[in-house]
């Protein structure tokens, strides 16, 4: 199983094992996703088990997640609670088929409800895509490429919120859940502030950038979420934490979030400085900025390349460097005089 160390015996991995922690890395089949994706075993007080995250459905993610338990001495059975951390499939994919065998309940913010419960769908961007100028040929593929994703995980029939605030007793710590929407509308991270610590999932990564990901509402367009606006604004609460270390959602625990958030700071302001340095030359449509600026992409980096680049214009947007007219179809984005970055 490909990751940075030996799992388990890393510096930042012997850090959560003093606290009842311990991490799975469990294989998914998702290169951008900066590697395998980890669940956290945690002890609880009453010497039952927490699970934070639950990898996907593959026979891969099965039987590294049965190993997990095993090597850990523990049975699925002891799970008494499974936090999620937010509602991508590879994060949830698990938490009915360890239910089914512990009768644990699981907790995820609202906001993501409609990714994960049974009866709910995620809204169609058919009519928003076409809109950003997205052929309708793509559209149709994108659509069939999220299925394709999404059967990966198995819905829930019921779900605990998890809000902003809440504490989860634990059997060597008090952990509290923090909001930090940006890469979904419900992501959280679990805060173990006397020691120093957070569980970030994918609110930040060592090895990737967090791509905040496209998602409209239940009006859709006209309740659409702004995800980069959101991240940067939880990014920069995130950077102002006093942590030691970081567990995050891919790779192994690391430190020096500050610089690394800094670093994200920086690494999208390039990238809008590029693409108004772009629109200087004439208006243009969301998906002809992913050719610009990104060049080819596959379906599925399309959608990860449309989503960074309708962000980046929504922070544009917000500061006054770029506009769009709302009645053209498809919006061409434009920018306005004398904004535009030389850098």
């Not at 593959?58 to 951390?85: H, K, P, Q, W």
């Not at 998906?287 to 060049?295: I, P, R």
């Not at 980046?312 to 917000?318: G, K, M, P, S, T």
Request: net charge negative; hydrophobic share 40%; charged share 25%.
């Amino acid at each position: 199983m490909p990751d940075d160390g030996v799992i388990g015996r890393t510096e930042g991995d012997l850090v959560l094992g003093a606290l009842g922690v311990r991490r799975l890395a469990l294989p998914i089949p998702f290169v951008q996703a900066g590697g395998p994706v980890n669940a956290y075993l945690i002890d609880n007080a009453d010497g039952s088990l927490t699970l934070f995250d639950a990898g996907l459905v593959t026979d891969e993610a099965v039987a590294a997640l049965e190993r997990g338990f095993v090597e850990a001495g523990r049975r699925v059975e002891e799970v008494s609670r499974i936090l999620i951390s937010h509602g991508h499939v590879d994060h949830y994919g698990l938490a009915r088929r360890v239910q089914a065998r512990s009768k644990a309940k699981a907790y995820l913010h609202r906001a993501d409800w409609g990714k994960v419960l049974v009866g709910r769908s995620h809204p169609r961007m058919d009519d928003y895509l076409a809109r950003l100028g997205v052929p309708q040929d793509l559209i149709s593929r994108i659509a069939g490429a999220h299925q394709t994703t999404e059967a990966y995980g198995e819905r829930l029939d019921a779900l605990e919120p998890l809000e902003d605030g809440q504490r989860f007793d634990f059997a060597r710590f008090s952990g509290r859940i923090l909001h930090f929407p940006g890469h979904t509308p419900g992501l959280v991270c679990l805060h173990i502030s006397e020691h120093k610590v957070l569980l970030t999932d994918d609110h930040l990564l060592a090895r990737v950038s967090p791509n905040p990901l496209l998602e409209v509402g239940e009006k859709g367009e006209a309740d659409k979420f702004r995800a980069l606006v959101a991240f940067l604004e939880s990014a920069r609460r995130l950077q102002a934490m006093d942590l030691d270390w970081l567990a995050p959602g891919h790779g192994p625990p690391f430190q020096g979030h500050q610089a690394k958030i800094e670093s994200l700071f920086a690494f999208y302001q390039r990238r809008q400085d590029k693409i108004a340095r772009v629109l200087e030359k004439e208006p243009k449509s969301a998906y002809a900025l992913v050719g610009d600026v990104f060049g080819e992409a596959s379906i599925l980096q399309l959608y990860l390349m449309l989503s960074e680049v309708v962000g980046n214009l929504e922070v544009l947007e917000d500061a006054g460097r770029v506009s769009h007219d709302p009645s053209e179809s498809p919006y061409r984005f434009r920018c306005l005089r004398g904004k535009a970055a030389t850098a």
